[in-house]
């Protein structure tokens, strides 16, 4: 007995020719679409986490430079003055993606209080922040597109 689906099919495809319809393909598009859709935003900060590392280590050698400075001194530089501190300044960097800045809170003799900021360069909203608050004590924070705290 001959099999009548394959003369069903022929109706709708046209004959026996293989292939997907326009209609197939359109579905396959707008998934795609749907897909990129949920999953773009979700790359964007996980590319723009990882771009925050470069801050992340350039705090760090802020940090140290600014902590040298003071056992040396007993004070710490003036706000934002790279050129006292023995590392190059980090925004003279070629490329960079971040501008740095440091700002003493209170430093005493005995005791360092000071922050060292990282802002993201055309988009302000995109910082790190590192806030010393006593010789042991300081915090690292992140602005909440990098993942850090809502408030």
């Known amino acids: 007995m001959i099999n009548n689906n394959h003369k069903f099919l022929s109706q709708f495809r046209g004959g026996y020719s293989s292939g997907f319809t326009l209609l197939e393909l359109l579905i396959v ?6 897909l990129a859709t949920i999953a773009l935003p979700q790359y964007t900060q996980t590319i723009e986490k990882a ?3 470069e801050a992340i280590i350039n705090i760090g050698a802020i940090r140290v430079a600014l ?4 056992y040396q001194n007993g ?14 300044n980090p925004n003279n960097i070629t490329n960079k993606l971040y501008l ?4 003493d809170n209170g430093t005493i003799s005995t005791k360092r209080k000071y922050n060292v900021t990282a802002i993201r360069l055309g988009n302000p909203d995109t910082w790190v922040k590192w806030n ?9 924070t992140r602005s909440e597109n990098l993942g850090g705290p809502t408030s």
């Open 29 to 34: 598009v707008i998934i795609i679409g749907i």
């Open 51 to 53: 771009r925050s590392g």
């Open 67 to 70: 902590d040298r400075y003071w």
């Open 75 to 88: 004070a710490l530089p003036s706000d934002n003055n790279f050129a006292t501190l023995d590392i190059d």
């Open 100 to 103: 740095y800045s440091f700002k």
């Open 132 to 140: 010393q608050t006593d010789n042991i004590t300081g915090k690292l």
